[in-house]
């Protein structure tokens, strides 16, 4: 997929702001857009150049923080990581939060899960929850073409 953002998937973020509208039949990107609460997400992943990556067969979980995520960070965090001198750093934290397989809430297990990476995500299982690393997963299995999307609170970093 070479476009960025459909208008499809541009619409249904203007339409439906912080709704899941998970898609089966849409990729990781095109569901994650569409939910309306990872803006910061895609804006990362379109300057890490990773759209078409995520937008590819998979399968992949993507540990997908939310734009609340996103601004619990230090103040200038994210403007740092977006410049196209620190696309290395962005593209680490990014693949960070992706597992190289398709793993369903009710597959997970404590322990490590590497990532896409290079580097192994510590899954600590609950019965609090699913947290990775320190990041609370806070919503699970938005199912997709290519993997699923499990949504957390906060960015990982590696």
């Known amino acids: 997929m070479k476009t960025l953002l459909s208008l499809t998937a541009a619409i249904a973020l203007i339409a439906h702001p912080g709704q899941a509208l998970a898609d089966e039949s849409k990729n990781i990107v095109e569901n994650a857009v569409a939910a309306g609460n990872f803006s910061t997400l895609a804006t990362a992943l379109t300057a ?4 078409e990556t995520l937008s590819g067969p998979g399968p992949f979980t993507v540990f997908a923080p939310t734009d609340d995520a996103f601004a619990k960070l230090p103040e200038g965090t994210v403007a740092s990581l977006l ?11 990014l693949t960070y939060h992706v597992v190289p397989a398709k793993v369903m809430a009710a ?6 899960a590497p990532t896409v990476n290079g580097k192994e995500l510590q899954i600590t299982k609950s019965d609090a929850g699913v947290k990775v690393n320190d990041a609370n997963v806070t919503a699970t299995d938005i199912v997709s073409s290519n993997g699923v999307i499990h949504v ?6 590696p």
């Open 107 to 112: 597959d997970v297990k404590t322990g490590p």
């Open 48 to 51: 890490a150049g990773l759209i």
């Open 83 to 93: 410049k196209p001198e620190n696309k290395d750093k962005l593209i680490a934290v």
């Open 152 to 157: 957390v609170d906060a960015v990982i970093l």
